[in-house]
């Protein structure tokens, strides 16, 4: 990782899958799991270079192998970049897609979006706004396939995530698309995209966390049924942003 962007809950999460995956086997003799420590190497070494040009010696030594072994099983740099592209891709979208289950829906969808802003200014982020990522890859065939099917992962997602505020009565009506917009437009346009569009890194002046309350508070305010704001009052949910505060203070 650079000096310039610290490291993300994200990151650790990644990290600590790649990691996993370099682990040698116990018997030496064993090479099955020789093409999964190589990638799992080339993603070690992009996430810390940021996604630059990676040095082969360095994924190979990483994974434990020799140059030429790792060349017999990618016979080019681009090939091996793209394998460790792809496998810290994956993770990262395993990240974005964990749920969250605290009893305060404020609570849990600042967990949630959260995660998504810290990815925002990351080299990653620009994988992670579906509708724009489609357009802008749409000329590349394997490209876009893969972010077709994250668009419509994501889309489920955060449906899904919205619907439940209306299975709890906290709204009272059925999301859509436009829903989910209308939830993430206002963090999009505020940090995704001046991100995206200068090669800015957006300089936080609260936590994602806060960032993210902010943006589901001002949309229950609008969308909230009374039982919704009944039971805010009655549990004192803004607590748990003086909570948040204090112990990340």
Not at 155 to 166: A, E, N, P, V
Not at 220 to 226: F, W
Request: aromatic content about 14%; some cysteine; charged content about 25%.
């Amino acid at each position: 990782m650079t000096d310039v962007l610290p490291l993300t809950r994200g990151d650790a999460f990644v990290l600590a899958k790649v990691e996993a995956l370099l682990q040698p086997v116990p018997n030496r003799l064993d090479t099955s799991n020789r093409r999964s420590r190589i990638v799992a190497a080339a993603a070690y070494e992009n996430l810390h270079n940021n996604f630059a040009k990676l040095n082969v010696r360095d994924v190979a030594k990483r994974a434990g192998v020799s140059t030429a072994t790792l060349y017999r099983i990618f016979p080019d740099e681009r090939t091996l970049y793209r394998a460790g592209y792809d496998l810290a891709n994956d993770l990262y979208r395993q990240w974005l897609f964990r749920e969250s289950n605290h009893p305060n829906p404020l609570f849990r969808f600042s967990e949630m979006l959260s995660a998504w802003v810290e990815m925002w200014p990351r080299p990653m982020g620009k994988n992670i706004r579906p509708g724009r990522f489609v357009e802008l890859d749409r000329r590349d065939a394997i490209t876009s396939v893969s972010t077709t099917t994250f668009f419509k992962t994501a889309l489920s997602f955060w449906l899904g995530q919205i619907r439940r505020l209306t299975e709890e009565r906290y709204l009272d009506f059925e999301p859509t698309y436009a829903t989910m917009e209308e939830l993430s437009g206002p963090l999009e346009a505020l940090i995704f995209f001046p991100t995206i569009l200068t090669c800015q890194t957006f300089r936080f002046e609260m936590s994602a966390f806060e960032y993210a309350w902010r943006t589901i508070d001002d949309f229950m305010r609008i969308h909230g049924t009374p039982h919704f704001h009944a039971t805010r009052r009655r549990l004192n949910w803004d607590d748990d942003l003086v909570a948040f505060r204090l112990k990340f203070k």
